[in-house]
């Protein structure tokens, strides 16, 4: 099976929905003649023209209002948020219009918006090149946000997102980018929205995870399986809606929890998952649930030194398995 | 010296590059930033400038190869000395080890030094093997209770009552010797004894955790019936005389003393005596030996407010019917109380429950481990009596007492465990009106 980075699965994957669907429209900053600062658009200007790949301005709220106007009138839009530190002014047009288009037309009007947005650190990207971004979308009904890991969930999870009727968030962990190398299949499909997977299994605790942190944890449980600590490894891949029953089913089995992230982690992902945990699991819990985050500190250091230890890494995971396992 | 020349990662988002053509062959020499080899990447083309000067040695990429930034693509000795570049990544791939999975496929491997930042900069993954974990905690702090209060999980608290796990009874392998879920379950595993019927609880059930003392008694009562064979006998006794003797001196006894005056004294009276006529009624089975034991103190079963406590009269042959009276009236007060002392529940030899209070007419108690017997007095009941005088039968209304007794079979058989009954039924029955005590 051919092998790809996550970018190249993401641009063949937009290539291909282009291809089969001309309702899909790009816009974004420097994707057309740039090809997009992560290439992800490379190419396409020429294939598709610029009435398909549209530069904007350097406007967030104008790429997702006009990507929001164009879906209302039947095009598929897929927007790209060039770093998700920079989709704040944007802000209103997601979570304050999009959102609730819906909700707020009884249905009449509906949103079929992709918006692509690179997030996350360990890049040397420092204060505004790193954040994690998702606690905001994945607080918000109406949207659908999906978070994949890895070449074949970025390819399956982002065809699902421009298929879908209803405005999704594709979060794309930029680290994972060019470091993650795997298996993609060259012919179509698509990821069910709302699914998590097992990505490794086992018997002693769960690790719900997400984005680049699921690459840490699965090193950290092999690493663990050496110490004699059997970590079973789960990737949400959604965001909202978050896959509650693979969640309490892998911790009513395992009786431990270990949710790493790397956002901050007050009111966040790993709040979310605890709070299912807590409702789901309690009488087949073993220990308490337990969060390995990034600490409370607003945005991640440009320091090389303050940035490793800012991010979990794959020794905090192993600390924290060996902490929760011995219990 | 020898060194090594990498293939360097350029400022461009590219993670491998095609070789294009060697500009120096081995043995040429070539100065520091010569053009060396020419690359060809998805976005440039470009030549790679030597690193240093020095003697090209040995070519290890051929003309049409694809190669990895940052792998090594030739030899060379240098005039001088330089610094080798670092492999920045040291990882192994999960999933690596099981090429045949679909789902570490899937999963994929990571690029060792992948450019991860965007085109126009560079930023060189070197996170991975993060050394500096000391500059901030990990904020996963496993919260646990150190109070020394024995806790458990919800999980444990739930398999135990399914399984009917003692918990109490297990010894922890978690950290400070906390009961895990594996403990549970490899303790339900390894007494598959427990009976099908406690096995589960339905909705409509209602579960009562033990208080310390209602769990000492179950562990005691367990350990009783496990360790000791059990044999029972009982006998029934006439008294009339003892019930008259009461009636006729309670009054006189009470306001004389002050102090109750109940058949347990009396009872207790004969049993002590009893009991130091049989002394093998009186001992315990110790490490394959019955002792025998020199006191003779009884122990008093009393339903205190929180369970079954057993206060001891200490030295209970020789004491009169005053004497027993007043100290019965003591530990009975104390243990109803919960004001008991050590000395009120300690040395027993023997236990006396007068179960025939709460109206039972029969009894096959449980003997107070390590003791050797228990004796039971049943309820004192009116009953028709044959009574056989010089030949002639007649149906006489006696009260009638039945006595049952428990006993260690290891060390009282039958016949003495009979004596013993018949002792006591002597001495309740030979009190009359006319007895002194």
């Given at each position: 099976?051919?092998?790809q980075?996550?970018?190249?699965?993401?641009?063949?994957?937009?290539?291909?929905?282009?291809?089969?669907?001309?309702?899909?429209?790009?816009?974004?900053?420097?994707?057309?003649?740039r090809?997009?600062?992560?290439?992800?658009?490379?190419?396409?200007?020429?294939?598709?023209?610029?009435?398909?790949?549209?530069?904007?301005?350097?406007?967030?709220?104008?790429i997702?209002?006009?990507?929001?106007?164009?879906?209302?009138?039947?095009?598929?839009?897929?927007?790209?948020?060039?770093?998700?530190?920079?989709?704040?002014?944007?802000?209103?047009?997601?979570?304050?219009?999009?959102?609730?288009?819906?909700?707020?037309?009884?249905?009449v009007?509906?949103?079929?918006?992709?918006?692509?947005?690179?997030?996350?650190?360990?890049?040397?990207?420092?204060?505004?090149h790193?954040?994690?971004?998702?606690?905001?979308?994945?607080?918000?009904?109406?949207?659908?946000?999906?978070?994949?890991?890895?070449?074949?969930d970025?390819?399956?999870?982002?065809?699902?997102?421009?298929?879908?009727?209803?405005?999704?968030?594709?979060?794309?962990?930029?680290?994972?980018?060019?470091?993650?190398?795997?298996?993609?299949?060259?012919?179509?499909?698509?990821?069910?929205?709302?699914?998590?997977?097992?990505?490794?299994?086992?018997?002693?605790?769960?690790?719900?995870?997400?984005?680049?942190?699921?690459?840490?944890?699965?090193?950290?449980?092999?690493?663990?399986?050496?110490?004699?600590?059997?970590?079973?490894?789960?990737?949400?891949?959604?965001?909202?809606?978050?896959?509650?029953?693979?969640?309490?089913?892998?911790?009513?089995?395992t009786?431990?929890?270990?949710?790493?992230?790397?956002?901050?982690?007050?009111?966040?992902?790993?709040?979310?998952?605890?709070?299912?945990?807590?409702?789901?699991?309690?009488?087949?819990?073993?220990?308490?649930?337990t969060?390995?985050?990034?600490?409370?500190?607003?945005?991640?250091?440009?320091?090389?030194?303050?940035?490793?230890?800012?991010?979990?890494?794959?020794?905090?995971?192993?600390?924290?398995?060996?902490?929760?396992?011995?219990? | 010296?020898?060194?090594?020349?990498?293939?360097?990662?350029?400022?461009?988002?590219?993670?491998?590059?095609?070789?294009?053509?060697?500009?120096?062959?081995?043995?040429?020499?070539?100065?520091?930033?010569?053009?060396?080899?020419?690359?060809?990447?998805?976005?440039?083309?470009?030549?790679?400038?030597?690193?240093?000067?020095?003697?090209?040695?040995?070519?290890?990429?051929?003309?049409?190869?694809?190669?990895?930034?940052?792998?090594?693509?030739?030899?060379?000795?240098?005039?001088?000395?330089?610094?080798?570049?670092?492999?920045?990544?040291?990882?192994?791939?999960?999933?690596?080890?099981?090429?045949?999975?679909?789902?570490?496929?899937?999963?994929?491997?990571?690029?060792?030094?992948?450019?991860?930042?965007?085109?126009?900069?560079?930023?060189?993954?070197?996170?991975?093997?993060?050394?500096t974990?000391?500059?901030?905690?990990?904020?996963?702090?496993?919260?646990?209770?150190?109070?020394?209060?024995?806790?458990?999980?919800?999980?444990?608290?739930?398999?135990?009552?399914?399984?009917?796990?003692?918990?109490?009874?297990?010894?922890?392998?978690?950290?400070?010797?906390r009961?895990?879920?594996?403990?549970?379950?490899?303790a339900?595993?390894?007494?598959?004894?427990?009976?099908?019927?406690?096995?589960?609880?339905?909705?409509?059930?209602?579960?009562?955790?033990?208080?310390?003392?209602r769990?000492m008694?179950?562990?005691?009562?367990?350990?009783?019936?496990?360790?000791?064979?059990?044999?029972?006998?009982?006998i029934?006794?006439?008294?009339?005389?003892?019930?008259?003797?009461?009636?006729?001196?309670?009054q006189?006894?009470?306001?004389?003393?002050?102090?109750?005056?109940?058949?347990?004294?009396?009872?207790?009276?004969?049993?002590?005596?009893?009991?130091?006529?049989?002394p093998?009624i009186?001992?315990?089975?110790?490490?394959?030996?019955?002792?025998?034991?020199?006191?003779?103190?009884?122990?008093?079963?009393?339903?205190?407010?929180?369970?079954?406590?057993?206060?001891?009269?200490?030295?209970?042959?020789?004491?009169?019917?005053?004497?027993?009276?007043?100290?019965?009236?003591?530990?009975?007060?104390?243990?109803r109380?919960?004001?008991?002392?050590?000395?009120?529940?300690?040395?027993?030899?023997?236990?006396?429950?007068?179960?025939?209070?709460?109206?039972?007419?029969?009894?096959?108690?449980?003997?107070?481990?390590?003791?050797?017997?228990?004796?039971?007095?049943?309820?004192?009941?009116?009953?028709?009596?044959?009574?056989?005088?010089?030949?002639?039968?007649?149906?006489?209304?006696?009260?009638?007492?039945?006595?049952?007794?428990?006993?260690?079979?290891?060390?009282?058989?039958?016949?003495?465990?009979?004596?013993?009954?018949?002792?006591?039924?002597?001495?309740?029955?030979?009190?009359?009106?006319?007895?002194?005590?």
């Open positions: 099976m051919p092998e980075t996550v970018i190249e699965a993401v641009r063949d994957t937009m290539r291909a929905e282009m291809r089969r669907d001309e309702r899909v429209i790009l816009l974004g900053e420097d994707i057309g003649l090809g997009g600062v992560f290439l992800a658009t490379d190419g396409f200007i020429e294939e598709f023209g610029e009435d398909r790949v549209i530069d904007t301005p350097l406007a967030e709220s104008l997702c209002g006009l990507a929001l106007g164009a879906a209302v009138n039947g095009m598929r839009p897929l927007a790209e948020i060039q770093f998700a530190d920079f989709v704040w002014p944007a802000i209103n047009q997601i979570v304050g219009e999009a959102a609730r288009v819906r909700y707020g037309t009884n249905g009007k509906t949103v079929p918006m992709t918006i692509r947005v690179p997030y996350g650190g360990g890049v040397r990207g420092g204060l505004y790193s954040q994690s971004t998702e606690v905001l979308f994945a607080h918000t009904p109406g949207l659908t946000v999906v978070a994949p890991a890895t070449p074949y970025a390819k399956g999870l982002l065809a699902s997102a421009i298929r879908s009727d209803d405005p999704v968030i594709v979060l794309e962990h930029k680290r994972t980018y060019r470091l993650v190398k795997g298996e993609v299949p060259a012919e179509d499909y698509t990821i069910p929205i709302g699914r998590a997977e097992i990505k490794r299994p086992g018997s002693d605790m769960t690790i719900v995870t997400y984005g680049l942190m699921l690459h840490y944890a699965l090193q950290a449980a092999e690493t663990a399986s050496e110490q004699g600590f059997d970590v079973e490894v789960l990737d949400l891949r959604t965001l909202r809606p978050l896959d509650a029953d693979a969640i309490a089913e892998s911790v009513s089995r009786g431990k929890v270990l949710i790493v992230q790397e956002d901050t982690p007050a009111v966040s992902i790993s709040s979310e998952v605890a709070a299912i945990v807590g409702e789901r699991c309690f009488f087949d819990l073993d220990g308490p649930i969060r390995l985050t990034a600490p409370e500190i607003p945005p991640m250091p440009f320091s090389p030194i303050q940035e490793a230890a800012f991010m979990p890494s794959v020794e905090k995971i192993i600390d924290a398995i060996a902490k929760l396992a011995e219990l | 010296m020898a060194f090594k020349i990498e293939l360097p990662h350029v400022g461009e988002s590219v993670t491998e590059a095609v070789i294009g053509k060697w500009l120096k062959s081995p043995g040429e020499h070539v100065e520091k930033y010569d053009p060396l080899v020419e690359v060809i990447t998805d976005k440039v083309s470009m030549d790679i400038p030597a690193p240093a000067s020095g003697t090209l040695t040995k070519l290890l990429a051929a003309e049409g190869d694809t190669v990895p930034m940052g792998s090594v693509i030739a030899e060379m000795e240098t005039d001088e000395v330089v610094v080798q570049g670092e492999s920045e990544l040291s990882t192994t791939p999960p999933g690596a080890d099981s090429p045949g999975s679909s789902l570490a496929g899937r999963i994929g491997t990571l690029v060792q030094g992948a450019n991860v930042g965007p085109t126009g900069g560079e930023f060189l993954d070197t996170s991975l093997s993060s050394s974990d000391d500059a901030l905690p990990a904020t996963a702090e496993v919260s646990r209770p150190n109070d020394g209060k024995q806790r458990f999980s919800p999980v444990v608290t739930r398999l135990a009552a399914q399984h009917g796990v003692d918990l109490g009874s297990l010894a922890g392998t978690g950290l400070g010797g009961v895990t879920k594996k403990d549970v379950l490899a339900a595993e390894s007494a598959p004894s427990a009976s099908p019927a406690a096995g589960s609880i339905s909705a409509e059930d209602q579960v009562i955790e033990p208080t310390p003392i769990r008694i179950a562990d005691h009562m367990v350990r009783s019936t496990s360790e000791i064979p059990h044999a029972w006998s009982a029934e006794v006439d008294v009339t005389g003892m019930v008259e003797w009461r009636t006729a001196n309670r006189r006894f009470e306001k004389a003393h002050n102090v109750r005056l109940t058949y347990l004294p009396i009872t207790l009276l004969c049993v002590a005596a009893a009991l130091k006529a049989n093998r009186n001992s315990s089975w110790l490490d394959g030996k019955a002792v025998l034991k020199g006191q003779i103190n009884v122990g008093v079963a009393v339903a205190a407010p929180e369970g079954l406590v057993v206060p001891v009269v200490q030295g209970a042959a020789g004491s009169t019917l005053l004497e027993l009276a007043r100290r019965l009236d003591g530990v009975v007060k104390r243990a109380s919960g004001s008991m002392t050590l000395d009120d529940v300690r040395g027993g030899t023997f236990t006396l429950n007068n179960t025939g209070a709460l109206g039972s007419v029969w009894g096959g108690a449980i003997i107070n481990h390590p003791q050797a017997a228990i004796l039971t007095t049943e309820a004192i009941v009116k009953r028709p009596v044959v009574i056989s005088r010089e030949g002639d039968d007649s149906v006489i209304v006696r009260s009638m007492m039945n006595i049952c007794l428990s006993f260690d079979h290891r060390i009282i058989d039958g016949a003495e465990a009979s004596t013993f009954l018949q002792a006591v039924k002597t001495g309740l029955e030979a009190v009359d009106l006319d007895t002194e005590f």
